[in-house]
């Protein structure tokens, strides 16, 4: 071979200093939150009005965000019978995991039991109806069909005006599929939508420079409200959940790298931000954005990124049916119960539908727990010794979200390679670092390519 024909690899991107990172100043708010909390509680619990700032401004985006990309992604796809094949695909992929979830639960639940020698204050039991009643404002999970029929909207308003991402998606795809219809006859409006997607991006840049303050009042409000003292009451509990996690994150990236040739480890790497910015404020609303654009960079089709992802906070969460079995049998335990193999799949199905519709509910956990202890069955367990677990519900959010986001990226992975829609080398070149092509679009008024522009705070090029 001359050596003329010989290709040296791409240079990486020069990294910027350690001490100019997100990554840097997230691990420093949520460290400097937990000392707060634990040394000042009062002032530590007076920082939660930071974090909910910061998650009302990323909030209020959502849904425009939303609706943009969906839009965009089914026009320039045009092909109705594509969307509807994204769609079902995405909702087997859920149903599948979600199950292996809740069975994977149970068995760590069995194996470990972390409700064995949990001494249970019978005061807390006498009070804890009232008590799961407070955290929950007395709602009530939605009924299958409740919540299917929830997914449409009173009006297009109300979807936005309500922050319901379901709905917004819901209309989202109506409208995706009349541009498709409409072609060329509405080349405007796909611009106007196009260039709006590009305004709200450019402001998800601005709010997340302030992430790191965000996730120092959260921290600081979560150890400062209910102390480090919890840790050690749930310390079996809270350990069981974690290695719980751990071990399904490995089993996410065993499927990750089957199905579509991700290696999730550099994939975290790539999301290490937003993955921080989740755990700090408890939350995967607030990266959604950033989300669904590193997604889309990194290979997936701005089509089922858009379909899958808001989809999937609804129907795919994986860290909160892990947590919900695993919790059922820690009541169990800790009320000496010996559920029978019946009953836990009992269980299992109960919490196959209930998870379901618990996005959005307030205390959605314990209502799901309580009805899954009401249809056991059984005498022995109480539907008030769900309170039990509300000293240690906040401190397990940092697993449900972990899992939930990383869950839901695995998911489009896998169904963007399930339709042909992952572009392989530009993930393998994104994920290692590598500079890559900025992603083009087609411009509605010329039909030519178009190469969108640097969105303040998205990758362009690597990590």
Known sequence: MTADLIVPPAPRRARRPWFRSMFFWLVLAIVAGIVLGAVWPDVGSSMKPLADGFIKLIKMLIAPIIFCTVVLGIAHVGDMRAVGRIGVKALIYFEVITTFALLFGLAVGNIVKPGNGFKIDAETLATGADAVAEKTGDGELPHTVDFLLNIIPTSAISAFAENQLLQVLFF??????????????????????????????????????????????????????????????????????????????????????????????????????????????ASTEVV??????????????????????????????????????????????????????????????????????????????????????????????????????????????????????????????????????????????????RPVPPLETVDALTGRPEILPEEEGLPRVGV
Not at 214 to 224: L, S
Not at 380 to 398: H, K, Q, Y
């Open 172 to 281: 989202a795809v109506l409208f995706g599929l009349a541009l498709a219809k409409l072609g060329q006859r509405a080349p405007v409006v796909i611009s106007v939508i196009d260039q709006s997607s590009h305004v709200f991006f450019t402001m998800i840049g601005w709010i997340m420079k302030i992430a790191p303050l965000g996730a120092f009042g959260a921290m600081a409000y979560i150890i400062g409200q209910y102390g480090l003292s919890s840790l050690a009451s749930y310390g079996k509990l809270i350990a069981c959940c974690y290695l719980a996690a751990v071990l399904f994150i490995l089993v996410l990236a065993a499927v990750v790298r089957v199905f579509a040739g991700v290696n999730l480890w550099k994939f975290l790497v790539y999301i290490k931000d937003e993955l921080f910015i989740a755990l700090g404020t």
């Open 288 to 433: 959604l954005p950033r989300i669904m654009s590193k997604l889309s960079f990194a290979g997936c089709s701005p089509t089922v990124t858009g379909l899958v992802v808001p989809t999937g906070y609804s129907f795919n969460l994986d860290g909160a049916t892990l947590y919900l079995s695993i919790c059922v049998l820690f009541l169990a335990q800790a009320m000496g119960v010996d559920l029978s193999l019946g009953e836990q799949l009992t269980a299992v199905l109960v919490l196959m539908l209930t998870s379901k519709g618990m996005a959005g509910v307030p205390g959605s956990s314990f209502l799901a727990l309580s009805a899954t202890v009401a249809a056991i069955g059984h005498g022995a367990i109480p539907v008030a010794a769900v309170a039990l677990l509300l000293g240690a519900d906040r401190i397990m959010d940092s697993m449900r979200v972990s899992v939930n986001l990383i869950g839901n990226c695995v998911a489009t992975f896998v169904v963007a390679n399930w339709e042909g829609e992952l572009d392989r080398e530009r993930m393998r070149l994104v994920l290692d670092g």
